[in-house]
């Protein structure tokens, strides 16, 4: 079976009502990362920085997965699929791929502050005074800005092994995410996916303009009819 590895950013969810960062509107135009999305922030006001991600929290339960999460697990019909994802919601796995692996954490667990082994489901707010099982302060399980990406080892081998690469909405802003497809195979065909793709087409980069729900669904049927 040939094996496809598959890079989501935000843009893949958008159509499900999840807000992307960089576009207009977007998380980053209302907040300060500085203030919202790193371990300082989280030293200095832990209650800005947990609403933030309560806030997150709460609006995940209330969307579902699109046609674009759904057409991916399609693909498992022909192929062999990786899901390498920057998002930290669900949707993946709601839609039910098989594999997924998540670069910047997830929002649905939470974790020991002095022990990043210890992580837990997180469905609810989280809370000040919110303890793990050695009574240290618990956090969201994502990555901030500024620290290590622990799954990038894993991330780059499933890049490494794909026969095809397809990227999803993703402005290719933020490493070492953005660097991973230096990995792929020099002869492994990308597609790559975003109304507004940042970047060039080449002679194994294949550029689809057009919003995930549509693009997605017509490159899984050309792949699963090929
Ligand atoms: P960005 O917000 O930087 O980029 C979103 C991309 O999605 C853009 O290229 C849009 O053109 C595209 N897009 C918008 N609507 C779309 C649609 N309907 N279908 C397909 N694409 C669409 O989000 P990311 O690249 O995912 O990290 O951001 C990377 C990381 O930066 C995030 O994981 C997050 C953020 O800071 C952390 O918080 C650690």
């Not at 980069?205 to 699963?224: N, P, R, T």
Request: hydrophobic share 40%; net charge negative; aromatic share 6%.
């Amino acid at each position: 079976m040939k094996k496809i590895c598959v890079l989501t950013g935000a843009g893949i969810s958008a159509e499900s009502g999840v807000k992307t960062f960089r576009d207009e509107d977007g998380l980053w135009e209302n907040h300060e990362i500085t203030e919202v999305a790193t371990p300082e922030a989280f030293l200095r006001n832990p209650e800005l920085v947990l609403d933030f991600y309560n806030q997150r929290r709460r609006q995940l339960m209330g969307v579902k997965p699109n046609a674009a999460h759904t057409a991916l697990v399609d693909l498992e019909k022909k192929y062999e699929v990786h899901i390498v994802t920057q998002n930290v919601d669900d949707l993946h796995e709601r839609a039910g791929s098989s594999s997924v692996l998540h670069l910047h954490g997830e929002l649905t667990k939470s974790r020991s502050s002095k022990n990043d082994q210890l992580i837990y489901d997180q469905k609810e707010d989280l809370y000040l005074g919110d303890l793990c099982e050695k009574n240290s302060q618990l956090r969201p399980h994502i990555v901030w800005f500024g620290e290590a990406v622990p799954e990038m080892e894993n991330a780059i081998s499933l890049v490494f092994e794909a026969d095809i690469i397809i990227i999803i909405g993703t402005s290719m802003q933020v490493y070492p995410a953005a660097g991973l497809i230096d990995f792929k195979k020099d002869n492994a065909p990308v597609y790559f996916i975003d109304p507004k793709p940042t970047i060039q087409s080449t002679d194994t980069i294949e550029l689809i303009s057009e919003k995930a729900s549509q693009g997605v669904q017509k490159l899984v049927d050309k792949l699963l009819s090929s």
